[in-house]
Nanobody, 121 residues
Framework: QVQLVESGGGLVQAGGSLRLSCVASGRTSETYAMGWYRQAPGKQRELVAAITSGGSTNYAGSVKGRFTISRDNAKKSVYLQMNSLNPEDTAVYYC???????????????WGQGTQVTVSS
């Protein structure tokens, strides 16, 4: 079993920045793919950004150039730096992990509890 705990959400004005953090524990491995999904009210959960154990990254088109995902394998952590936030980024953000890969079509086996990000206009 893998446990994921997020932190760093909050309320920010449009144009501002936030940094989300996620720490993994349990039967996790530095070889796991890790990433961030988000779910806005009334919408489906969507993949925001993912990073492989080797550091390859993948971003949703709506956040490309504004968000940066990174990881620290020694700390079993993944981060999401979010810049130039706008109200459309308002959602619950979930940390996710998979032994192989994270994608928008693949079932995610491990989820964090989620952290709220609210961007005011």
């Amino acid at each position: 079993q893998v446990q994921l705990v997020e932190s760093g959400g909050g309320l920010v004005q449009a144009g501002g920045s936030l940094r989300l953090s996620c720490v993994a524990s349990g039967r996790t491995s530095e070889t796991y793919a890790m990433g961030w999904y988000r779910q806005a009210p009334g919408k489906q959960r969507e993949l925001v950004a993912a990073i492989t154990s080797g550091g390859s990254t993948n971003y949703a088109g709506s956040v490309k150039g504004r968000f940066t995902i990174s990881r620290d394998n020694a700390k079993k952590s993944v981060y999401l730096q979010m810049n130039s936030l706008n109200p459309e980024d308002t959602a619950v953000y979930y940390c996710a992990a998979d032994p192989l890969v994270l994608s928008s079509t693949r079932r995610v086996p491990y989820w964090g509890q989620g952290t709220q990000v609210t961007v005011s206009s």
